[in-house]
């Protein structure tokens, strides 16, 4: 028989009750289903988006669900707006337990199509701007003493497609700076890992959703014959965050349905 104190004192390893959690990118799609579930596990969530509109109205829902969470917005790649925020923090919440580094954007065109500008651009939000936001971030943790960094890649880090030449670039850019993460601050109690999504049934995917063709070619192609839900990426968001993956540091948890194990 199952010993309920002892199931209930387990549980504990996975909450986030005291925390304060920075979640980039959050007032939609997967970051906002990241934020939900940290902030169901005890945590303070920082909603960030740049539309001041919509990150209030996000946090607003989940102050609405009995959640703890504001309004944090920002945009990512503004170096001024983001120490900012960073100061704001520091005086609201006198602490940053976890950044979750979700921001990301996409151009899908082929490199003799993109141009310099649109190159620099994406490499700009999608990897220079998480490294900003760690350092700050990382900055103070060190002097918590404890801290988790959260990296969102992408499977597109591993696994290439003509048409998209810049993107996976970006992402396993990021890889490789949560790794350098991880041995610069593992000693001083702050663990790196990343997450890497597959194919998700977000807003942003929404046409291909819709579009029978493609939905049946992205289903055909995954293991689980469909689209993750967005809530889906929630677990390993919690879980990387809490003291259950306090020994976890430096890797890479691909949550795709299988998508980056089947050739």
């Given at each position: 028989?199952?010993?309920?104190?002892?199931?209930?004192?387990?549980?504990?390893?996975?909450?986030?009750?005291?925390?304060?959690?920075?979640?980039?990118?959050?007032?939609?799609?997967l970051?906002?289903?990241?934020?939900?579930?940290?902030?169901?596990?005890?945590?303070?969530v920082?909603i960030?988006?740049?539309?001041?509109?919509?990150?209030?109205?996000?946090?607003?829902?989940?102050?609405?669900q009995?959640?703890?969470?504001?309004?944090?917005?920002?945009?990512?790649?503004?170096?001024?707006?983001?120490?900012?925020?960073?100061?704001?923090?520091?005086?609201?919440?006198?602490?940053?337990?976890?950044?979750?580094?979700n921001?990301?954007?996409?151009?899908?065109?082929?490199?003799?199509?993109?141009?310099?500008a649109?190159?620099?651009?994406?490499?700009?939000?999608?990897?220079?701007?998480?490294?900003?936001?760690?350092?700050?971030?990382?900055?103070?943790?060190?002097?918590?003493?404890?801290?988790?960094?959260?990296?969102?890649?992408?499977v597109?880090?591993?696994?290439?497609?003509?048409?998209?030449?810049v993107?996976?670039?970006?992402?396993?850019?990021?890889?490789?700076?949560?790794?350098?993460?991880a041995?610069?601050?593992g000693?001083?109690?702050?663990t790196?890992?990343?997450?890497?999504?597959?194919?998700?049934?977000?807003?942003?995917?929404?046409?291909?959703?819709?579009?029978?063709?493609?939905?049946?070619?992205?289903?055909?192609?995954?293991?689980?014959?469909?689209?993750?839900?967005?809530?889906?990426?929630?677990?390993?968001a919690v879980?990387?965050?809490?003291?259950?993956?306090?020994?976890?540091?430096g890797?890479?948890?691909?949550?795709?349905g299988?998508?980056?194990?089947?050739?």
């Open positions: 028989m199952t010993n309920p104190t002892a199931s209930q004192a387990y549980l504990q390893r996975f909450s986030l009750a005291g925390q304060v959690a920075l979640i980039t990118g959050s007032a939609r799609g970051g906002l289903c990241m934020a939900r579930a940290m902030a169901g596990s005890g945590a303070h920082l960030n988006g740049r539309s001041a509109d919509a990150t209030e109205a996000a946090a607003h829902t989940l102050r609405e009995g959640l703890a969470a504001s309004a944090l917005p920002f945009d990512v790649s503004d170096d001024e707006a983001v120490a900012d925020a960073f100061d704001r923090i520091d005086r609201e919440h006198g602490r940053l337990d976890i950044l979750v580094n921001v990301g954007a996409r151009n899908r065109k082929t490199l003799q199509a993109i141009t310099a649109e190159i620099r651009a994406l490499i700009d939000t999608d990897l220079v701007a998480g490294m900003v936001l760690a350092k700050l971030a990382a900055e103070r943790m060190v002097r918590q003493g404890s801290g988790r960094l959260i990296t969102i890649t992408s597109a880090g591993e696994l290439a497609r003509p048409g998209d030449a993107y996976p670039a970006a992402k396993q850019g990021l890889t490789g700076m949560m790794r350098a993460l041995v610069e601050f000693p001083l109690g702050i790196s890992n990343a997450i890497a999504p597959g194919t998700f049934a977000t807003e942003t995917n929404a046409a291909m959703v819709a579009d029978p063709a493609v939905n049946e070619r992205i289903c055909a192609r995954n293991p689980t014959g469909r689209w993750g839900q967005p809530e889906e990426i929630a677990g390993a879980f990387l965050a809490s003291p259950a993956a306090s020994y976890i540091n890797q890479v948890l691909a949550v795709d299988g998508l980056s194990i089947l050739f």
